[in-house]
């Protein structure tokens, strides 16, 4: 009976978008194809496998105390797929290297490898996910308020050599999955208090970058992320948004942009049309800044509707990846990744929908009236239809019919858990 009225629905939606040129056919078609990359890290808290592992560090913070969260490996990889069977379409895993399979050993950063993801290329395999790696600086004795960008020589190198080893891990996912690993490097480096040389701590994070990147790879690509404080750094962070531009465009890095890593009035929607005129590709990281980077789970709202409509904007579907990037302990943690990923697919469902040849008619022949009133009524045309069909065609809960299903999960599985 559902499944019919999401039908007939779609009939009158297909006929709606029709009359201002736009074909639901296709939009559906298109999502198909539009692969999230699902953050591994939401599942328990950025804690990771490490055998020695510590608190978490390096300026970020989870809030709550839900109960459920993954303990182990087996956990995680459980909870990563009954998440992605309420999700439409097929999806990437985005690891850390604190969640390599390390098999009980004490395994230090500067001397992880290939062989510790091995058992993930074989699991993302089997499960339909490609996967997209980390290197991690933070939750370690040795990250302090400064990693890649340390005056002590040791220390330094000892960064220089995990994230080396990270982008040869990378490498290999790449090389076993048969489409480029995407690697992010992001480092909380920076002070909590007036910093007087901060040229000085810049210079060595581009040369740590210089030697980082002194290989190339062709299985792998690197992407570089800023942001604009962390808790405890809130003064001076050394890879800020200037630098990693400068760094990415001049070296053709792909520059990762997390919704949460910018003043709270700047647009990051705004910022896609312009870096993809200096830099190969975009990673997105997709969160939702409360007051701060504060990673509450992604919605739909109105910042992250603007930056999709950019993407389909720009023609640039196939430049920028989409990550998630947010972590909430203080609710079902499988629920958490189940909101925030059919909210990106939802954004990304109302971009594609977007009747552009009429709007774009519009502007081009300065009738700025028509232009805003199309796109005022875009917002009630029946997107909502299509989006309950996507969901139908690809065998996942419609609506809020996915809510009953993870309580069910929690009942069974992660209540269970101590
Ligand atoms: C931190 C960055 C970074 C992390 C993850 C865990 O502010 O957003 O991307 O969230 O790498
Ligand atoms: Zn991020």
Redesign the pocket.
């Known amino acids: 009976m559902k499944d019919q009225l999401v039908q007939k629905a779609y009939e009158i939606a297909k006929n709606r978008y029709a009359a201002i040129g736009v074909d639901t056919d296709q939009v559906l078609e298109m999502m198909q194809h539009f692969h999230l990359s699902l ?1 591994c ?1 939401q599942a328990d808290d ?1 804690a990771g496998f490490e055998v020695q592992s510590g608190a978490l560090t ?3 913070q989870t809030t709550g105390n839900y109960p459920g969260k993954a303990r182990n490996i087996d956990e995680l990889r459980s909870d990563i797929l009954k998440a992605v069977s309420y999700i439409p379409g097929t999806h990437r895993l985005n690891l ?1 290297e604190i969640y390599g399979d390390f098999q009980g050993k004490v395994v230090d950063r500067d001397e992880v490898t290939p062989e510790h993801f091995k058992s993930w290329m074989d699991w993302g395999k089997e499960f339909g996910m490609k996967l997209d790696f ?1 290197s ?1 600086s ?1 939750s370690h004795p040795k990250s302090g308020d400064l990693s890649l960008a340390n005056p002590d020589r040791y220390i330094r190198d000892f960064w220089i050599e995990h994230t080396k080893r990270c982008r040869a891990i990378a490498e290999a996912m790449g090389l076993a999955q048969g489409d480029p690993c995407i690697m ?1 490097l ?1 480092v ?1 480096d920076g002070s909590k208090d007036l910093t007087v040389n901060r040229m000085k701590y810049r210079e060595l994070l581009k040369d740590s970058l210089d030697q980082i990147f002194a290989i190339d790879y062709v299985h792998m690509k690197d992407c570089i ?1 800023s ?1 604009v404080f ?1 808790i405890g750094l809130e003064s001076y962070t050394v890879g800020s948004n200037d630098f990693y531009i400068g760094y990415g465009v001049s070296h053709g890095k792909m520059i ?1 942009l ?1 919704t ?2 910018f003043h709270p009035t700047e647009s990051v929607a705004d910022k896609v049309s312009s870096l993809l005129l200096f830099v190969p590709e975009l990673m997105l ?1 997709v ?1 939702r800044p409360v007051r701060w ?1 504060s ?1 509450h789970v992604t919605i739909m709202d109105d910042a992250t509707l603007d930056l999709f409509h950019e993407i389909v904007r720009c023609g640039a579907w196939d430049r920028v990846h989409c990550g998630l ?1 947010y ?1 909430d302990a203080s609710i079902n943690r499988i629920g958490a990744y189940v909101i925030g990923s059919r909210a990106a697919q939802k954004c990304m469902t109302r971009a594609l929908l977007e009747p552009l040849a009429i709007l774009r008619e519009y502007e081009e022949s300065g009738r700025g009236f028509e232009r805003l009133a199309l796109l005022e009524e875009c917002k009630s045309l029946p997107w909502n239809a299509v989006w309950d069909m996507f969901c139908l065609k690809n065998n996942v809960p419609v609506g809020e019919s996915f809510i009953a299903e993870v309580q069910k999960y929690e009942a069974e599985v992660t209540s269970k858990r101590s």
């Open positions: 953050h890290w950025v390096g300026g970020i850390h980390n991690t933070f992010n992001w909380h992320e942001k962390g990762t997390d949460g890593h990281h969160s980077d990673d990037d972590f």
